[in-house]
């Protein structure tokens, strides 16, 4: 069965370093799978923040691109995000899944496994 | 404000039924597969609908998909209590090479 589970400081200072990690079990992340953040702040809709593939490949919403790492640690079969200079409006539940691509097994072309999410407050 | 468009919310009464709209554009909805999420607050997130119109495994038929041009539509009949939850419809954006999410949809059961 596939897990997720986020982890990370639950509380951040304004202008500092939003860093949490997210372990997988069930699978590894070096399989033909993307490995995404999402978030959702206070009130508003789900947010994509960006994903990692094995090979090192990643992409970031272009608003956050300045701001945002994503990284996988294969030996410890996780992945991280690092979001910087984080301000009140970075306060949300953050999410991590796993994204099927269109050529991969499971559900291809969706967020098929998510962790329970965790709440990060910048103040 | 969202590339994919979704009304804010929908409600109708037990056992009628809802459909919630997501519109887009070419390099969106137009040209990739667009997939439909039901979110409960404080729960993780869960795949109603992949690839337009597929359902995953365990999900009712009660819950239907479709993609017509640049937009998209999540039905669902014989609503239940249960349905009362956010949805959201989701797709690659090809011109900026990011998935976007629409702004959801809060469906009521009357």
């Known amino acids: 069965q596939v897990q997720l589970q986020e982890s990370g400081p639950g509380l951040v200072k304004p202008s500092g370093t939003l860093s949490l990690t997210c372990a997988v079990s069930?699978?590894?992340?070096?399989?033909?799978?993307?490995w995404s953040w999402v978030r959702q702040a206070p009130g508003k809709g789900l947010e994509w923040i960006g994903e990692v593939y094995h090979s090192g490949s990643t992409n970031y919403k272009p608003s956050l691109r300045s701001r945002v790492t994503i990284s996988m640690d294969k030996s410890k079969n996780q992945f991280s995000l690092k979001l910087t200079s984080v301000t009140a409006t970075d306060t949300a539940v953050y999410y991590c899944?796993?994204?099927?691509?269109?050529?991969?097994?499971?559900?291809?072309?969706?967020?098929?496994?998510w962790g329970q999410g965790t709440l990060v407050t910048v103040s | 404000q969202s590339v994919l468009t979704q009304p804010p919310s929908v409600s109708a009464a037990p056992g009628q039924t809802v459909t919630i709209s997501c519109s887009g554009s070419?390099?969106?909805?137009?040209?990739?597969?667009v997939s439909w999420y039901q979110h409960l607050p404080g729960t993780a997130p869960k795949v109603l609908m992949y690839?337009?119109?597929k359902r995953p495994s365990g999900i009712p038929g009660r819950f239907s998909g479709s993609k017509s041009g640049t937009s998209a539509t999540l039905g669902i009949t014989g609503l239940q209590t249960g349905d009362e939850a956010d949805y959201y419809c989701g797709t690659w954006e090809s011109s900026l090479s990011a998935w976007v999410f629409g702004g959801g949809t809060k469906v009521t059961v009357l």
């Open positions: 899944a796993r994204y099927v691509p269109v050529n991969g097994l499971s559900y291809p072309s969706t967020f098929d496994y």
């Open positions: 690839q337009n119109n």
């Open positions: 070419k390099s969106n909805i137009g040209d990739n597969f």
């Open positions: 069930g699978v590894s992340v070096s399989s033909n799978n993307w």
